[in-house]
C-alpha cells in the first residue's frame, strides 16, 4: 500500500553545483547567456519535466550567487573549502527530502470499489513545519507534487514565511464523484498522511490547492483531531484553509489573488521597470487577460477591476471570452455561479483563438504549469506576464520573454499570498485568539480619547463662545476609528510582505545587472535565505 521514498539526494554525476558548471537553457539576460553558453533549445520538445524546470531554474539561480556565498563565509577554512562547502549545501537544498505514495481503497456510491492514488512531498526540513497545498487532479504524479514542493521552499523563503515546501497530490477528477464520496476520499488520505508522520501543526501543514478548499480542509482538521490527535490542544493548526468555525482566518480565501494584485501593483507602479518596457505606471489604462476563472484568477480579477484596470478576456478549459470594452468581475462570476461556466457570458463575445495570445497589456495565467512554451511565446502581445499558476512559463519561453522585452513577475514570488496568510493562520490557531481581540477596544478608545483631547484643546485655546468646537475625522480615520479588525490585520500583513519581498527582488535584479529577470532575482534571494539557516544550523550526522 505505501511506496516510501527518502530522498536525501545528491545529484550524482549530474549535478551542476558538483561540477561548477551550470549549462542551461535557462534566460537570464543576452549578455549573461553568451557569457554562461546556455543552450539554445530550440530543437527540443517543449514540455519539460517540472521538477527537472524548477531545477534547471535553481540551478541558475544558484550559478549566480555562489561566489557571493563563499565570499561571505566567515569560517578559517581555506578557499577551497569554503567552496566545497557552500557546493555541498546547496546540492542539500535542491532535492526533495521524502516523497510518500499511497493507494487506498473507498467503495463508491453505486457499491463499486475503487483504488485511489495520492501523494505528499517533503522538499526540505530547513524550516519546519513544511507547507503545501493538496490538489485533487488526473495530472497529479510523483513528479508533479516534487516540483510544486520544491516551489513551495523557494517561496517561502522569498516572502519570509518560516516554512519548508511541501505539496500533495490525489489523483482523481472531483467532478466525477460525490460529496459523499470526497468526504471519505479526503478523511482516507489524511489517515493515510498522518500514519506516515505526513501531517502535523509542527510537521507539515496541508492548505487548499487546485479542486480543494474550505471544506476538504475541515474534513481533514476534524479527521486528525479525532483521531492521532485528540489529545493535542493544537491540533487544528495542522492545515490551513479552513472555515472560520473551525479555525480560519479572515482573508484567507482571497489572499492568493489579492497577493497576485499587491504584487503586480509593486511592480507597475515602479516608473525604471515601466520605462523599461515602454508603459507609463499605475493601472488606470492597463488591460488584462485572466486564464483560469477559479479561486485566483477571481479574486485577481476582482482586485485589479476595483483599481482601475480593464479585464478584456478570459479563457476556461471549456471556452474563452473577450470584450475590449472590459468585462465586469462580479457579472461574470454570477453567471458562472449560475451555468457551471463562462462560456456564453452575454457581457462578452467568444474569442476563437488562443486567449494567451490576445491583445492586452497584463496576462495572468491562473491555470495549470507548462502554459507559455516556446511554441506561443513569439506570438505573447502583454508586456506584463503575472504567474498565478505554479509553473505556467517554461525555460524556453522564459528566454523568448527576456529577448522580447517582456516582464515576468515570477510565481514564487506573485502567488505567495496564500502561505502569507496561512501563516497568520496557523499562528492564530497556536495562541488559541484572534488578530485584534485583546487590543481592539482599547484601540478604539484611545482614537476617541485622541479626538476629544483635540477638540478640548482647541476650545481652550479659542474658546466656546460659538458653541463646541467639531473636531470631524476624515472619511479615512473615521474607518479606522474602531480599531483593527482582524481581516484588517490580515489585509495590512499581506500587502506588507508583498511589498517588502518586491523591494528584495528588485535590489537584486540591480545588484547582479539582471534587467527584467526577475525569476533568478527571486530565486538568488530564496537560495541565499535557504543556504543561511542550512549553514548557521550546521548539518547532523553527516
Known amino acids: 500500500m505505501y511506496r516510501y521514498f527518502g530522498e536525501l539526494l545528491s545529484r550524482s554525476a549530474g549535478s551542476a553545483l558538483a561540477s561548477g558548471c551550470v549549462d542551461s537553457a535557462l534566460p537570464v539576460s543576452s549578455s549573461l547567456m553568451r557569457v554562461r553558453h546556455y543552450a539554445d533549445a530550440a530543437d527540443k520538445p517543449d514540455d519539460p519535466n517540472f521538477f527537472r524546470m524548477v531545477e534547471g531554474f535553481f540551478d541558475r539561480g544558484a550559478a ?4 557571493k556565498l563563499v565570499e561571505d563565509l566567515r569560517t578559517r577554512e581555506s578557499p577551497e573549502q569554503k567552496r566545497n562547502r557552500v557546493r555541498g549545501i546547496l546540492r542539500i537544498i535542491k532535492p526533495c527530502n521524502h516523497v510518500l505514495s499511497v493507494s487506498f481503497p473507498i467503495k463508491r456510491d453505486n457499491g463499486e470499489w475503487e483504488v485511489v492514488e495520492g501523494y505528499r512531498a517533503q522538499h526540505s526540513q530547513h524550516r519546519t513545519p513544511c507547507k503545501g497545498g ?13 516540483a510544486l514542493a520544491s516551489l513551495m521552499t523557494y517561496k517561502c523563503a522569498v516572502v519570509d514565511v518560516p516554512f519548508g515546501g511541501a505539496k500533495a497530490g490525489v489523483k482523481i477528477n472531483p467532478r466525477n464523484y460525490s460529496d459523499n464520496e470526497l468526504e471519505k476520499i479526503t478523511r482516507r488520505f489524511t489517515i493515510e498522511l498522518a500514519k506516515k508522520g505526513f501531517i502535523g501543526p509542527g510537521i507539515d501543514v496541508p492548505a487548499p490547492d487546485m479542486s480543494t478548499g474550505e471544506r476538504e480542509m475541515s474534513w481533514i482538521a476534524d479527521t486528525y483531531a479525532n483521531t492521532i490527535a485528540h489529545t493535542d490542544i493544537n491540533a487544528h493548526a495542522c492545515v490551513t484553509g479552513k ?4 479555525g480560519g482566518i479572515h482573508g484567507r480565501i482571497s489572499a492568493t489573488g489579492r497577493g497576485v494584485f499587491h504584487g503586480i501593483e509593486n511592480f507597475i507602479n515602479e516608473a525604471s521597470y515601466m520605462s523599461m518596457l515602454g508603459l507609463t505606471p499605475g493601472f488606470q489604462d492597463k488591460t488584462f487577460i485572466v486564464q483560469g476563472f477559479g479561486n485566483v484568477g477571481l ?3 476582482r482586485y485589479l477591476h476595483r483599481f482601475g484596470a480593464k479585464c478584456v478576456g478570459v479563457g476556461e478549459i471549456d471556452g474563452a471570452i473577450y470584450n475590449p470594452d472590459g468585462i465586469d468581475p462580479k457579472q461574470l462570476e454570477d453567471y458562472k455561479l449560475q451555468h457551471g461556466t463562462i462560456v456564453g457570458f452575454p457581457g462578452a463575445k467568444p474569442y476563437e483563438g488562443n486567449i494567451l495570445e490576445a491583445d492586452c497589456h497584463i496576462l495572468i495565467p491562473a491555470a495549470g504549469e507548462k502554459q507559455l512554451t516556446r511554441h506561443n511565446a513569439p506570438r505573447i502581445k502583454a508586456k506584463i506576464i503575472a504567474e498565478g499558476a505554479n509553473g505556467p512559463t517554461t525555460p524556453d519561453a522564459d528566454k523568448i520573454f527576456l529577448e522580447n522585452n517582456v516582464m515576468v513577475i515570477p510565481d514564487m514570488y506573485l502567488n505567495a499570498g496564500g502561505v502569507t496568510v496561512s501563516y497568520f493562520e496557523w499562528l492564530k490557531n497556536l495562541n488559541h485568539v484572534s488578530y485584534g481581540r485583546l487590543t481592539f477596544k482599547y484601540e478604539r478608545d484611545s482614537n476617541y480619547h485622541l479626538l476629544m483631547s483635540v477638540q478640548e484643546s482647541l476650545e481652550r485655546k479659542f474658546g466656546k463662545q460659538g458653541g463646541p468646537i467639531p473636531v470631524v475625522p476624515t472619511a479615512d480615520f473615521q474607518a479606522r476609528v474602531a480599531g483593527a479588525s482582524e481581516k484588517d490585520i490580515v489585509h495590512s500583513g499581506l500587502a506588507y510582505t508583498m511589498e517588502r519581498s518586491a523591494r528584495q527582488i528588485m535590489r537584486t535584479a540591480s545588484k547582479y545587472n539582471l534587467g527584467l529577470d526577475l525569476r533568478t532575482a527571486a530565486y538568488v534571494n530564496a537560495i541565499e535565505k535557504v543556504f543561511k539557516v542550512y549553514n548557521e544550523a ?3 550526522f553527516t
Do not use: A, C, N, W
Open 64 to 67: 549566480i550567487v555562489e561566489d
Open 134 to 146: 493538496i490538489r485533487y487532479s488526473t495530472d497529479v504524479s510523483v513528479d508533479e507534487v516534487k
Open 243 to 246: 472555515p472560520i468555525s473551525q
Open 299 to 301: 479574486h485577481s480579477m
Open 538 to 540: 550546521g548539518l547532523t
